[in-house]
């Protein structure tokens, strides 16, 4: 049966070339009458259990039922199934990360040979062994043997073992492209579990996933920090650093690729091996500055126009080039899309397939900087927009990443202003039983960026923040109907009080520079939004997600309060997860996704904010929540929205685009625009107006 079938083209798998020990190519037979075929299907179709079958040892059972397609023998016309488990394009769909539905399509593939005997006096080699035995029993001509496995050569062949198992990279042949196959890998005996792992290097987290070549199922998965933070929080802070201390790339370099080993050693000890041989192929996504100084390319270029990339191909090299100690892994580097739009969003795109459907995308990818692309199956348009690290809690007076004992979910109630909020690390709100005790275990360490994104949204809906996010100060006077001890002054503005805890006498304030911090970031966000809808003439969006660790933790109702993106309705914005970690176990798994994102980036239309004359009016506009322009239906028929400001509309009127500073409403925001400012107050607002 595995001869029909490959004869015919049919998928089924096999590693040990029809010898009975690798039990890949199980098969089910079907008896009974196909009128279909006109054929009429017997017991006998196929030769009975024999010696291969009864005495089988290898590594994989045979499952009940079922047969060896190379021990069944065809006797007569017969209909067989090819079960899942036996194909080699199987379709995947694992947990931990959605990759959705794909098909294998090997990137490496194992083979198992005997290689023949020789004697004093034969002319060949062993290599020619090798490519002589891959020619008779796959029928694969012109192989090459990469020069890294020559030395193991002789080794694996005098093991004692009746056989040999190389890893092959298929050919290529394609109008572009040709390459014959190539032996990147050699051991003694039956292997038939090759190792990939797919990696997302973040500017802050390095993300990596290891899987079974063979099924596609995703093994393990691991993260850890990643150690580039000691030069700097955010990514220019890095090229500054490569700036301003010779061979700073060098120290980059080095520590995000010993974090990279490091990583790749967690994710083979948590699947009980320490054979880093066994892995054959790595794929890495990032962005570009993370690309560079992976690769080892200076990224200063990255850190001024034009932003230059030295390259946006693909690149494939060995792990050994990157110091990484997988001596048969071959690396394939996703290719980049711009000079900050990189290798990180070619895998997002791949993952949640814009290009695939007709339905108008938006995915954003949010963090300091972020990554957004708009467009469906007819044209993509990409663009980075300089958020900042105000999302990931940087910037924030009592900002912190996510961690245990950080607030991460708030709400406030519309009439006392009493707020009630979780923290990572426990399901209880502040004003259940037993949450006292949770912050005594865990801390009350600060508010991280979803729970930064929460309060400022429900300040603004409870009307402590306006629409021109000034915190109103008169929920601080006590004769005020909704007075509240939460609103206090601070300095020239006011603060909201989230939390106090007594046991550690800590206080998480929101202050009005926060405030501000979180309307620079969302507006550069929706700014680079509103910009690609325009040059792709887009009114209406479709589908909206949400990606990238920080964006996935985002509520979408507070995505739309806050005007991170277009208005509309709720059910449209899903967190998408980490789309490019999604992205690069696909391109890990099948050699289709990888050509499939290399073509789709080469057509993305791609925007440069910085030298776009429409992007300031667009950011400006994007400074009022949810914005000062556009409309809100969609959010205002499932929530309340306040009135827009005083301040906000009298600007609108006299056609002022700069959102107001904090020192132009400190006077009394509540007060109409005609009313008089003592004259005392404006030498020092003008000074505050122009520092600002």
């Known amino acids: 049966m595995l001869d029909a079938g490959r004869r015919l083209g049919v998928d089924i798998d096999s590693v040990c070339g029809g010898r009975g020990i690798c039990g890949r190519c199980q098969i089910v037979s079907s008896p009974g009458t196909f009128p279909k075929w006109g054929i009429n299907v017997t017991d006998e179709a196929l030769s009975p259990i024999g010696p291969t079958e009864t005495q089988y040892i290898g590594k994989r059972p045979i499952v009940p039922g079922q047969r060896l397609g190379c021990a069944a023998e ?10 899942e488990s036996s194909q080699i394009h199987k379709q995947v769909v694992r947990k931990n990360v959605n990759v959705g539905d794909i098909e294998l399509d090997p990137v490496v593939e194992l083979r198992y040979i005997e290689l023949e005997s020789v004697s004093l006096g034969d002319d060949g080699t062993a290599s020619d062994l090798i490519k002589e035995a891959l020619k008779r029993d796959w029928d694969l001509d012109g192989v090459r043997i990469a020069p890294h496995v020559l030395p193991r050569l002789h080794g694996a062949a005098a093991s004692g073992s009746p056989g040999v198992t190389v890893s092959i990279k298929p050919a290529v042949n394609t109008a572009t492209d040709r390459h014959p196959a190539i032996v990147t890998g050699i051991w003694p005996g039956l292997l038939d579990t090759p190792y990939g792992i797919a990696v997302d290097i973040g500017s802050t987290t390095i993300a990596g996933h290891l899987c079974d070549l063979t099924t596609g199922e995703i093994l393990a998965t691991a993260g850890r920090m990643n150690p580039q933070i000691r030069f700097g929080e955010d990514l220019m802070s890095r090229v500054s650093y490569v700036m301003m201390n010779t061979g700073g790339e060098i120290e980059l370099t080095s520590s995000v690729r010993e974090a990279l080993d490091q990583l790749i050693g ?3 000890a948590s699947e009980g091996s320490a054979d880093r041989s066994l892995i054959l192929a790595i794929t890495l996504v990032g962005n570009p500055i993370m690309h560079h100084l992976l690769l080892g390319i200076d990224p200063t270029p990255l850190g001024a126009a034009p932003f230059l990339l030295a390259t946006s191909d693909a690149i494939e090299l060995r792990a050994s080039d990157l110091d990484l100690d997988a001596p048969n892994a071959d690396v394939y580097v996703a290719p980049c899309i711009a000079g900050h739009v990189g290798a990180d969003t070619a895998a997002a795109i791949n993952a949640e397939g814009p290009h695939r459907s007709s339905q108008v995308q938006l995915l954003v990818d949010v ?11 007819e044209k993509l348009f990409a663009a980075s927009s300089p958020t900042g690290p105000a999302f990931e809690g940087a910037q924030i007076s009592c900002g912190v990443r996510a961690a245990s004992g950080a607030v991460e979910r708030v709400r406030i109630d519309r009439d006392t202003l009493e707020p009630k909020f979780r923290i990572i690390g426990s399901d209880l709100w502040s004003d259940e039983a037993g949450f006292d005790a949770v912050v005594r275990k865990l801390g009350l360490i ?3 960026g979803s729970g930064i994104i929460e309060v400022i949204g429900e300040l603004f809906l409870s009307g402590v923040v306006n629409t021109d996010g000034v915190i109103q100060g008169k929920f601080a006077d006590p004769t005020h109907p909704k007075h509240s001890a939460r609103v206090v002054a601070d300095d020239r503005t006011f603060s909201y009080v989230l939390a106090y805890s007594t046991e550690t006498s800590q206080e998480l304030r929101i202050t009005q520079n926060d405030v501000r911090a979180i309307q620079l970031a969302k507006a550069a966000l929706r700014a680079g939004v509103d910009l690609l809808m325009e040059h792709g003439n887009i009114t209406v969006v479709d589908d909206i997600r949400l990606a990238g660790a920080f964006g996935s933790h985002i509520d979408p109702l507070y995505a739309l309060v806050l005007g991170l993106v277009p208005d509309v309705p709720v059910s449209v914005v899903t967190s998408s997860g980490n789309s490019a970690g999604a992205g690069a176990v696909r391109m890990l798994l099948s ?11 080469a057509a993305v239309e791609k925007i440069e904010t910085a030298t776009e004359p429409r992007f300031q009016e667009l950011f400006v506009n994007a400074m009022a929540f949810p914005h000062k322009t556009a409309p809100s239906p969609h959010l205002a028929a499932v929530i309340d929205l306040p009135e827009p400001s005083s301040a906000s509309a009298d600007r609108a009127r006299r056609g002022r685009r700069r959102p107001p500073t904090a020192a132009q409403e400190i006077y009394d925001p509540t007060a109409s625009p005609d ?5 005392d107050t404006l030498a020092s607002r003008e000074t505050e107006i122009q520092h600002d």
Do not use: F
């Open 74 to 83: 065809v006797r007569g016309d017969v209909v067989v199934d090819v079960p």
């Open 266 to 268: 967690e994710l083979m």
């Open 367 to 377: 963090g300091t900087n972020a990554e957004i692309v708009l467009g469906n199956n």
């Open 446 to 448: 600060g508010v991280c």
């Open 591 to 601: 050699g289709t996704q990888r050509r499939e994102t290399e073509a789709v980036v």
């Open 675 to 679: 009313s008089p400012v003592p004259p």
